[in-house]
């Protein structure tokens, strides 16, 4: 299976610190957070990639790109634990770039792909939306695809504040955490809202969904959805997501996510801790 990391929206809600750097390099406690989405696909069995990029992206391909002149420095320097850390990037997968010409949607992103993807089901992964869970999110979609067959869509259960920045399901439980899909809706009005499963932006997506995109007619925002199209298509499956689910786009959950990353490393953990009781002794 392929995977498609669109990576081409402006980053508006992260100004000034995306004004010239993409948001998908916002380091996350220690890696930019494109690394941490390329990672997860790699971590699913997936390592054919391609990333939509668009106009001020090309970071993201120097950061997978080999570094000639960084190796041999780390090499003179005998930094060889950064050295292994830097190779090791450029080898992670097979990664291919498009841009997205005029920023026109999520749905026209994914449209970008349809040469390189042919006639396979593929996985989509939002480039600026990390996971942290034991199983990898895709490999979690991946299982219930095999399973289902048909689009599969990972959902959480959203506060209310939030239900209006998503997509949101409507759909039938099939067996625990597994939902057939009757109708999705993109970032609704509260009151219109379906249910608070929203969708999170991790997707096994069928082929016939180019079609759909291609006949599609702008949605909100005056852009093609990738929503609208998924919902034109017959047989799709969602399926609430075991772990947890970052917008790095959002200051408040980048934050979270840096601290929670930072957590997971045994030798900062109890700094880190210390760190945040001495915050709140002192407020
Ligand atoms: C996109 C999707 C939306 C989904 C969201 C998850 O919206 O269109 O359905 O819920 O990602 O982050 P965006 O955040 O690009 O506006």
């Given at each position: 299976m392929k995977a498609v990391i669109p990576a081409?929206?402006?980053g508006t809600r992260f100004l000034p610190a995306t004004k010239a750097q993409?948001?998908?390099?916002?380091?996350?406690f220690n890696k930019p957070t494109i690394q941490y989405v390329v990672e997860e696909a790699v971590n699913s069995g997936i390592d054919d990639i391609i990333i939509i990029t668009g106009k001020g992206k090309r970071p993201i391909e120097d950061h997978f790109d080999k570094s000639f002149e960084l190796e041999y420095n780390l090499n003179l320097k005998g930094k060889y634990d950064y050295l292994e850390e830097v190779q090791a990037i450029s080898n992670l997968a097979d990664i291919f770039y498009v841009r997205q010409?005029?920023?026109?949607?999520l749905g026209d992103a994914i449209n970008c792909a349809k040469k390189h993807i042919g006639d396979e089901p593929f996985a989509v992964l939002l480039g600026d939306t990390i996971t942290y869970s034991e199983i990898p999110c895709t490999k979690q979609l991946i299982d219930v695809h095999k399973k289902y067959g048909g689009s599969t869509i990972a959902i959480e259960e959203l506060p209310e504040y939030k239900i209006e920045r998503y997509g949101i399901v409507d759909g039938v439980n099939?067996?625990?955490?597994?939902y057939k899909v009757n109708n999705l809706v993109e970032k609704p009005k509260l009151a219109d809202a379906?249910?608070?499963?929203?969708?999170?932006?991790?997707y096994i997506l069928t082929p016939d969904i180019f079609d759909k995109l291609n006949s599609i007619e702008a949605g909100v925002g005056g852009e093609i959805q990738l929503t609208d199209a998924i919902n034109e298509q017959e047989n799709v499956y969602a399926t609430t997501f075991e772990g947890t689910i970052y917008d790095i786009g959002n200051t408040m959950e980048w934050l979270k996510s840096s601290i929670d990353m930072a957590l997971t490393y045994d030798d900062v953990r109890d700094e880190v801790l210390d760190y945040l009781r001495q915050k709140i002794a002192e407020n």
């Open positions: 081409a929206g402006l993409p948001k998908e390099m916002l380091p996350v010409k005029k920023q026109n949607g099939v067996e625990e955490n597994i379906p249910s608070n499963l929203g969708i999170t932006g991790r």
